[in-house]
């Protein structure tokens, strides 16, 4: 099968030096030659989070690190608040559910940020409620939460903030230390251009104290083990995705997490405004550097465009979840991606808009993409 270039929230295009070091000869994980080196991709890695903090490491999607986070930072009686703007904010409530927490959703309309405001009313009506779990980018929507000034609104209610920033860790602005976020959990597939299975779990002193006190069940997932043997790891680690994650940071350390957060925001907007320039409308109200997401004018479906864009083009997009699986595209511009990727992924939408009977001029969004990227064409200078 032919590769496919993937602008998808997950997995992304892993770059070939990723690959080749994802199939370097196998090593034994027991032995402080192994801690060592872990220890240099953890350094790495903090410098992505922006953390001091202790990060934990599982071999797992982004969801076995949300999972961990649910059983081993609350206890049963916890009434945890939940905010659901999307898929992944409900997951939260999901994982809940499952282990019989009880916990308030905080409901916003799909496509919207919530507001701090709103948090905060929450956290005023519910005083028992001194954990919020959330999201850095709703991937379901596309759409980037206000992350800084909610964890403004947790700490002055003294509540643990736990950030679900598996899309959004490397591709939108985070800090963790100094905006004090207390948890934040990430994975190998998204932004750190890793292939999946290896997920990450950021840990405040403040947090470590609910860890003490949880009563919920776990065993492979518990916090206090993985932090017993931090580098030499509890059980066998996902030792070739640790390599090929290793490798995928130094990639992004080479051009500077500043730099790439820089970029991706610039193709999300060459994307955004491609679309304005396509007629056709962005669906979230706080679009962000993760993924966009295009409103497709009736009648026509995702899955046509979708089809069409992986068999005629090779660019394999995504639809919407739930409710909006038909009505929206999401393109992601994450992971190993050229300006010269961005502009064939528009001229090919437009094309394949335009066949399947949308009124477009084809070129319109191409050509603002091409001026936005070309007016920044030195960054991309190696
Ligand atoms: C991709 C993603 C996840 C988790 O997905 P996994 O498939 O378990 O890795 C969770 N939250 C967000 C915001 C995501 O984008």
């Not at 390599?243 to 940071?249: G, I, N, P, T, V």
């Not at 409710?323 to 001229?347: C, E, F, M, V």
């Amino acid at each position: 099968m032919k590769p496919e270039l993937l602008m998808t929230p997950g997995p992304v295009n892993v770059p070939v030096r990723t690959s080749l070091a994802e199939a370097r000869p196998m090593r034994h994980h027991r032995g402080a030659d192994f801690a060592e080196w872990l220890q240099t991709i953890d350094g790495k890695l903090k410098q992505i989070f922006k953390t001091k903090n202790t990060i934990l490491y599982f071999a797992a999607s982004g969801t076995g690190a949300m999972e961990a986070c649910v059983v081993n930072l609350l206890k049963q009686n916890d009434r945890p608040i939940v905010i659901e703007g999307g898929k992944f904010g409900q997951r939260w409530g999901a994982i809940c559910q499952a282990f019989r927490v009880n916990y308030r959703a905080l409901e916003i309309e799909w496509g919207t940020a919530p507001s701090p405001a709103l948090i905060e009313q929450a956290l005023r009506a519910q005083p028992a409620s001194k954990i919020i779990f959330t999201t850095l980018f709703e991937t379901s929507t596309a759409t980037a939460y206000d992350i800084e000034n909610i964890a403004k609104v947790a700490q002055s209610y003294d509540a643990i903030l736990v950030v679900d920033a598996i899309s959004g860790l490397g591709a939108v602005p985070l800090r963790t230390d100094a905006w004090g976020i207390d948890v934040v959990v990430a994975a190998s597939q998204k932004a750190l251009m890793a292939p999946p299975g290896l997920a990450f779990v950021s840990i405040s002193e403040r947090a470590w104290k609910l860890v003490e006190q949880s009563d919920l069940p776990k065993f492979y997932w518990d916090f206090k083990a993985a932090k017993k043997e931090l580098f030499l790891t509890p059980y066998t680690p996902a030792i070739s995705l640790l390599q090929a994650l290793d490798e995928s940071l130094n990639i992004i350390l080479e051009e500077g997490v500043d730099a790439v957060l820089c970029r991706y925001e610039l193709y999300a907007k060459a994307v955004r405004e491609a679309v304005a320039a396509m007629g056709l409308k962005v669906f979230s109200q706080s679009p962000g550097a993760v993924c966009t997401a295009i409103e497709l004018p009736p009648p026509l479906k995702a899955k046509d465009v979708l089809k069409a864009m992986s068999q005629e083009f090779g660019i394999r997009i995504a639809e919407g979840q739930d409710h909006l699986k038909d009505k929206i595209i999401r393109i992601t511009h994450i992971g190993d991606l050229s300006p010269k990727d961005i502009l064939s992924a528009l001229a090919a939408l437009e094309i394949t808009l335009s066949k399947l009977g949308a009124q477009i001029e084809l070129g319109a969004g191409v050509k603002r993409a091409m001026e936005l990227l070309s007016s920044q064409v030195g960054m991309f200078a190696s």
